[in-house]
C-alpha cells in the first residue's frame, strides 16, 4: 500500500454564511461527492485532475491533498463508497509508459483519506480510449461494478472507429477486475457527440439486479443482469428518444452535455425498487433546456413519460444536473445550475427535491449569487450530489473571471411531517417476502405477510426477464402470512438463474431462484 498524498492547506477551508468553499486551488472542476455509510460526519470529495478533499463534519470544513498513481491520475473523478466504509477513487490514466486514458483505475482507502493504495485497474486493450467511467455498489455483498465508453480512437471522424459500453466488476473491494465486457448492442461513433455511446451509469436494486443507461444515437438505452453481469439483456431497451442529442451548446459554455443519471430506491419504503432516470435535454427548444425525469416500476421494462423537475415558466436555461436517492428514506435530490432569474449568462445553483417518488418537486435556489461563465475556460461536464439519512450536500463548479472553484451547501429540506398510517396501507417490507428452498429441483414455496386487504400478483422470470409462469395474477388477499407452492416439476424448466416478481398493492419485491436438474 502506497502512502503518498500531498497536503496543500494546512487548515481547512472555512465555511461561508450559505455556500461552503471547498476549494479555489488549481481549477478544480467535475466535482464527484460521498458519504461514509458507518459515519456520514466523514466525507470525501474528488475533482479534477488529480484533487481529492476530505471532510469530517459532515462537509462544513475540507481539506485538500493530491492522489498520485503509478498508472496517472487524469480525471473523470468518481467518489464511491462501500458499506464497510472503504472509499473509492475512479479515473483516468495517463502512465509514463502506456498510452493517454488507456485504462479506468481504481484507488482506494481504508482510513478515511489517509493513505491510497496505488490502485488497480481494468479496461486496458491496446492504445484504445477509455473514458466516462462511473461505478456502483451491491450493499448485500460489496460487489463493484463500473461501467464506460471505449474509444476505438478518441475524436476520430472514421466510420471505421466506433464506440462501446465496456462493464467490468471487482469481487475484492477493487483488488482485481473482470475482464471488460460489452454489454451495448449498437455502437456509436468517436467524435464525443450525439452519435458517440456515452455517459453509462449504473445501479444496483434491492436484491442485487445490476441496471445500466446510456445515450447515444438510439436515445436512452437501458439494460440489466440479474445475475452481477454475467449475462444480460438479448436487446437492449430503447427508453426514449433524446431531443436534440445529449451534447448541446448552451451560452458562455465551453461545452454542456445532458448525461443521463440513473439510481434505483432500495430505502424499503413505498418506492422500493423504483428505478429513477434524471437528464437535461432541448426538446422544448435551444433556448429552453430543462430537467427531466422518469422512473420504471418494473424492472425497467417499461418507463414513465419524463416530468420536468424544474418549475419555473417555459424558456429559460436549467442543465447539468445530477440526482441521488437517500437510501434510507426514499426521497430524491437533484441539483443544477440555472437561469431563470436572468436575461443573460448568469447562472445559478438549485437543487430539487421530491418526497413522493417524483410525483412532486420542490425547487430552491442555493447559490448565495449567481456567477457568470467564460466559455475559453473548460468548466466541466458535470456536478454531483449525496443524501444519507436526510445529510444532503450537493457539489458545483462556479467559474468567475476565469477562476475556477467548487462549493457545497448545507441543504435544509422542508421535510413533511409525518403522517399516521393505516394498518391496511402499511407497505410490505422485502424482509417479509421470502422465497425457499434455493437451490432447488422440482418445488419451491414463496411466503409473502401482508397487513390488510391487498392485490397480489407472482410472476418467475428467466435472466433475459421474460415471463416463464405466472404464479398468482391480481388476485385478493386478506391480512395475514401466506405460503404459496410452485411446483417447477411441471414448468418444463431449464436448469439456471430465475427470478420471482412478487407485487403487492404496486410494490414489487423480486426473489432470486436456482433451478439444478
Known amino acids: 500500500?502506497?502512502?503518498?498524498?500531498?497536503?496543500?492547506?494546512?487548515?481547512?477551508?472555512?465555511?461561508?454564511?450559505?455556500?461552503?468553499?471547498?476549494?479555489d486551488a488549481l481549477n478544480p472542476n467535475e466535482p464527484s461527492i460521498m458519504f461514509n455509510p458507518k459515519d456520514p460526519a466523514i466525507m470525501i470529495a474528488g475533482s479534477n485532475l488529480n484533487s481529492y478533499y476530505l471532510s469530517s463534519d459532515t462537509g462544513k470544513t475540507w481539506t485538500q491533498h493530491l492522489l498520485t498513481s503509478s498508472f496517472g491520475v487524469w480525471g473523470d473523478p468518481v467518489i464511491e463508497v462501500d458499506t464497510a466504509g472503504v472509499f473509492y477513487f475512479f479515473h483516468l490514466s495517463n502512465?509514463?509508459?502506456?498510452?493517454?486514458?488507456?485504462?479506468?483505475?481504481?484507488?482506494?482507502?481504508?482510513?478515511?483519506?489517509?493513505?491510497?493504495n496505488d490502485g488497480s485497474f481494468t479496461g486496458l486493450n491496446g492504445t484504445k480510449a477509455q473514458d466516462k467511467q462511473w461505478s456502483s455498489v451491491n450493499a448485500h455483498n460489496n460487489h463493484i461494478f463500473l461501467t464506460w465508453t471505449q474509444f476505438d480512437q478518441y475524436g476520430s471522424f472514421n466510420p471505421a472507429d466506433s464506440s462501446i459500453i465496456l462493464f467490468s466488476r471487482s469481487f475484492d473491494q477493487g483488488e482485481t477486475w473482470s475482464e471488460a465486457?460489452?454489454?451495448?448492442?449498437?455502437?456509436?461513433?468517436?467524435?464525443?457527440?450525439?452519435?458517440t455511446v456515452e455517459g453509462a451509469t449504473s445501479a444496483v436494486g434491492p436484491d442485487g439486479e445490476l441496471y445500466v443507461v446510456w445515450a447515444g444515437p438510439d436515445g436512452l438505452i437501458f439494460d440489466r443482469s440479474y445475475d452481477e453481469g454475467d449475462t444480460w439483456l438479448d436487446e437492449d431497451i430503447i427508453i426514449g428518444e433524446f431531443p436534440g442529442g445529449w451534447d448541446y451548446a448552451i451560452p458562455g459554455l465551453f461545452r454542456c452535455n445532458g448525461l443521463p443519471i440513473l439510481k434505483c430506491d432500495t430505502s424499503g419504503g413505498p418506492n422500493n425498487g423504483t428505478l429513477y432516470l434524471n437528464w437535461t435535454d432541448q426538446r422544448n427548444g435551444e433556448e429552453d433546456t430543462d430537467v427531466w425525469l422518469a422512473k420504471s416500476t418494473d424492472g425497467g421494462d417499461t418507463w414513465s413519460d419524463p416530468v420536468r423537475v424544474n418549475?419555473?415558466?417555459?424558456?429559460?436555461?436549467?442543465?447539468?444536473?445530477?440526482?441521488?436517492?437517500?437510501?434510507?428514506?426514499?426521497?430524491?435530490?437533484?441539483?443544477?445550475?440555472?437561469?431563470?432569474?436572468?436575461?443573460?449568462?448568469?447562472?445559478?445553483?438549485?437543487?430539487?427535491?421530491?418526497?413522493?417518488?417524483?410525483?412532486?418537486?420542490t425547487n430552491e435556489r442555493i447559490s448565495d449569487s449567481p456567477f457568470t461563465p467564460n466559455e475559453g475556460v473548460f468548466f466541466g461536464d458535470y456536478t454531483n450530489i449525496?443524501?444519507?439519512?436526510?445529510?444532503?450536500?450537493?457539489?458545483?463548479?462556479?467559474?468567475?473571471?476565469?477562476?475556477?472553484?467548487?462549493?457545497?451547501?448545507d441543504v435544509k429540506a422542508d421535510y413533511p411531517e409525518a403522517e399516521p398510517v393505516a394498518i391496511a396501507d402499511k407497505p410490505v417490507l422485502s424482509n417479509e417476502v421470502t422465497q425457499y428452498p434455493n437451490p432447488t429441483e422440482n418445488m419451491a414455496w414463496v411466503s409473502f405477510k401482508i397487513h390488510g386487504p391487498s392485490e397480489?400478483?407472482?410472476?418467475?422470470?428467466?435472466?433475459?426477464?421474460?415471463?416463464?409462469?405466472?404464479?398468482?395474477?391480481?388476485?385478493?388477499?386478506?391480512?395475514?402470512?401466506?405460503?404459496?407452492?410452485?411446483?417447477?416439476?411441471?414448468?418444463?424448466?431449464?436448469?439456471?438463474?430465475?427470478?420471482?416478481?412478487?407485487?403487492?398493492?404496486?410494490?414489487?419485491?423480486?426473489?432470486?431462484?436456482?433451478?439444478?436438474?
Open 1 to 23: 500500500m502506497r502512502f503518498l498524498f500531498l497536503l496543500l492547506a494546512a487548515a481547512a477551508f472555512p465555511a461561508s454564511a450559505q455556500n461552503i468553499l471547498i476549494s
Open 95 to 116: 502512465p509514463p509508459g502506456g498510452n493517454w486514458i488507456d485504462r479506468i483505475v481504481c484507488q482506494k482507502t481504508e482510513d478515511n483519506g489517509a493513505t491510497w
Open 181 to 195: 465486457k460489452r454489454i451495448n448492442q449498437h455502437a456509436g461513433d468517436c467524435i464525443d457527440s450525439d452519435n
Open 311 to 361: 418549475d419555473d415558466d417555459a424558456g429559460k436555461q436549467q442543465f447539468m444536473t445530477w440526482m441521488d436517492v437517500d437510501q434510507v428514506n426514499g426521497h430524491l435530490f437533484f441539483v443544477f445550475y440555472d437561469r431563470r432569474n436572468y436575461d443573460d449568462n448568469r447562472t445559478d445553483v438549485y437543487v430539487a427535491y421530491s418526497f413522493d417518488g417524483g410525483e412532486t418537486f
Open 386 to 409: 449525496a443524501a444519507n439519512d436526510s445529510i444532503v450536500r450537493p457539489i458545483w463548479t462556479r467559474l468567475e473571471g476565469g477562476q475556477l472553484t467548487i462549493w457545497t451547501h
Open 456 to 517: 397480489v400478483s407472482v410472476g418467475l422470470y428467466d435472466q433475459q426477464g421474460k415471463l416463464a409462469a405466472t404464479i398468482i395474477d391480481q388476485q385478493g388477499y386478506d391480512y395475514g402470512k401466506y405460503v404459496i407452492p410452485v411446483q417447477l416439476g411441471h414448468l418444463g424448466l431449464q436448469a439456471g438463474s430465475y427470478i420471482f416478481r412478487i407485487t403487492i398493492n404496486g410494490q414489487t419485491t423480486t426473489r432470486h431462484m436456482v433451478v439444478i436438474q
